[in-house]
């Protein structure tokens, strides 16, 4: 069935590429209305602490559960957004939506989690970061802290001084910054040695094969050991069996996240493990 509505989404939206300008503006007004109806949700997948054996933080990720044409992924609507540029918009949406989330566990008396959020450039590059993530936040650095800004490497194509002065804003006022699907895009760790970043997330592809190919698995070791000589917290992503959490293991990787540990989780089922005060230990290993 997942086959089949993943076939049919993407004749849609491969259509919708080249279809003509009513079509793609029909798009624009579907997703406008997506964040008006409350047809966008987030989930939530829990990155574990290979240290602790236990779950302190969670990526956010966006779902689009369309009336007529079903659950549409964020690695088909998101291009779309950020080409046209309402991912700005979609942006917003997540950041409002997650600081409401965060204020309801805490009203609930639940142990919070940080939360990742992954930020286009777009949104992140936006001269008013500060001031917006402040009112969207409503001024409350208690919540703040608990934020996580993924950027993907893509980002660190610009201008380098500019985005330093981006992340030393954000990180004012007590916000983390990661680098995501790192190691895809034409940056290198010398680019970001003088960001003052948390973490970095190696991207999925590299994971996948890095028990079956040993120039993966160098790769993945040097990245590790330069990131740990910057002082950065490495994340795994992707991990889907046991044989790569236990290389990542013995190589030193801080934290991991994926299908073997957990899929992304709808709000109650992660609110149930937030009620476990996020002990979830690792079963495997
Ligand atoms: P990403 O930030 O790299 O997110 C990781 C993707 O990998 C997610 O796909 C997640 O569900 C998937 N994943 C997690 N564990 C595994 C695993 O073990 N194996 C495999 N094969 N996949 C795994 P998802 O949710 O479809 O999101 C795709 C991309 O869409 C994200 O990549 C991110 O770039 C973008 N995206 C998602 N949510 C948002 C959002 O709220 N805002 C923006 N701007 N982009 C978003
Ligand atoms: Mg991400
Ligand atoms: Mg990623
Ligand atoms: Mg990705």
Request: proline share 3%.
């Amino acid at each position: 069935r997942a086959a089949r509505r993943a076939e049919r989404d993407w004749y849609w939206f491969n259509n919708l590429a080249s279809a003509p300008v009513d079509q793609r503006l029909g798009l624009w007004r579907e997703i406008q209305v997506a964040m008006e109806e409350d047809q966008f949700y987030l989930v939530f997948q829990p990155v574990f602490d290979l240290q602790s054996n236990q779950a302190n933080s969670a990526e956010v990720l966006l779902r689009w559960r369309h009336p007529e044409k079903g659950l549409i992924s964020p690695a088909v609507f998101i291009p779309f957004a950020e080409q046209t540029g309402l991912v700005k918009r979609i942006d917003q949406w997540v950041l409002e939506a997650v600081a409401r989330q965060l204020r309801s566990w805490q009203e609930q008396g639940l142990s919070m989690p940080l939360l990742a959020i992954n930020l286009s450039g777009i949104s992140f590059l936006r001269a008013d970061l500060e001031q917006h993530l402040r009112t969207t936040f409503h001024g409350d650095t208690g919540l703040l802290s608990h934020l996580v800004l993924e950027l993907t490497e893509g980002v660190l194509i610009e201008d380098m001084d500019r985005i330093q002065l981006q992340v030393e804003q954000v990180r004012q006022l007590g916000v983390k910054v990661a680098i995501d699907d790192f190691g895809t895009g034409y940056s290198s760790l010398s680019r970001i040695r003088n960001l003052p970043i948390d973490h970095i997330k190696i991207d999925q592809s590299f994971i996948e094969d890095i028990v079956s190919n040993p120039q993966c698995t160098k790769i993945v070791e040097a990245i590790m050991l330069m990131a740990h000589g910057l002082r950065l917290q490495v994340i795994a992503e992707g991990v889907e069996h046991e044989d790569q959490l236990h290389l990542l293991r013995q190589m030193g990787c801080d934290l991991v996240q994926g299908y073997l540990l957990s899929h992304p989780l709808e709000r109650r089922e992660f609110e149930t493990m937030l009620q476990q005060d996020l002990e979830i230990d690792l079963e495997i290993d």
